[in-house]
T-cell receptor, first 115, second 113 residues
């Protein structure tokens, strides 16, 4: 495997289900991210794990819960979702180098539909 | 308010018809500006990083430029395979917060054979 991988690619879940999204990066990076992409809106940063610290976006509902067991793996645990949570969920990674700019490398995304 | 605006929202070109996409930003503490390409059903693919005003980067038919307030992605003699959504993002160092990324909503490019 190369780059950033995500599973599953598609997920349909009911509002009472619990599911998890998985992301793995094979680039040796030290930061990982979860983004939400909805039509006609900018990418919304949900969570950042950088140098093993978690940086949260306080506007993300508690029904989304991230987990980062090591620098290569990232999970997004989902429970009691709402239909408006339907979107493309993207994982990304980057190499953080102090104050220098750093590009992010994205996975293919998980298309989530909440029914 | 810090933000990134891309225009046009959608662009249709004939094959071989050159044009430019615009990304304007109102962000303080700019660290870098990034261009990505996103195909339907896929994640964004990194294209360029621009660090300072006056800088230019090229890759095949694409050329990115940067000024103090905007960036352009010039597409020369496009081909149908250049059809995609092009995203612009800005990285800024924000006081008391650290590095922040601001994304535009993208320009959807269609190149007609």
């Amino acid at each position: 495997e190369t780059g950033v991988t995500q599973t599953p690619r598609h997920l349909v879940m009911g509002m009472t289900n619990k599911k998890s999204l998985k992301c793995e990066q094979h680039l040796g990076h030290n930061a990982m991210y979860w983004y939400k992409q909805s039509a006609k809106k900018p990418l919304e940063l949900m969570f950042v794990y950088s140098l093993e610290e978690r940086v949260e976006n306080n506007s993300v509902p508690s029904r989304f819960s991230p987990e980062c067991p090591n620098s290569s793996h990232l999970f997004l645990h989902l429970h009691t979702l709402q239909p408006e949570d339907s979107a493309l969920y993207l994982c990304a990674s980057s190499r953080v180098r102090g104050a220098e700019p750093y590009e992010q490398y994205f996975g293919p995304g998980t298309r989530l539909t909440v029914t | 308010e810090d933000q990134v605006t891309q225009s046009p929202e959608a662009l249709r070109l004939q094959e071989g018809e050159s044009s430019s996409l615009n990304c304007s930003y109102t962000v303080s503490g700019l660290r870098g500006l990034f261009w990505y390409r996103q195909d339907p059903g896929k994640g964004p693919e990194f294209l360029f990083t621009l660090y300072s005003a006056g800088e230019e980067k090229e890759k095949e038919r694409l050329k990115a430029t940067l000024t103090k307030k905007e960036s352009f992605l010039h597409i020369t003699a496009p081909k149908p395979e250049d059809s995609a959504t092009y995203l612009c993002a800005v990285q800024a160092l924000v006081r008391n917060t650290g590095n922040q990324f601001y994304f535009g909503t993208g320009t959807s490019l269609t190149v007609i054979p």
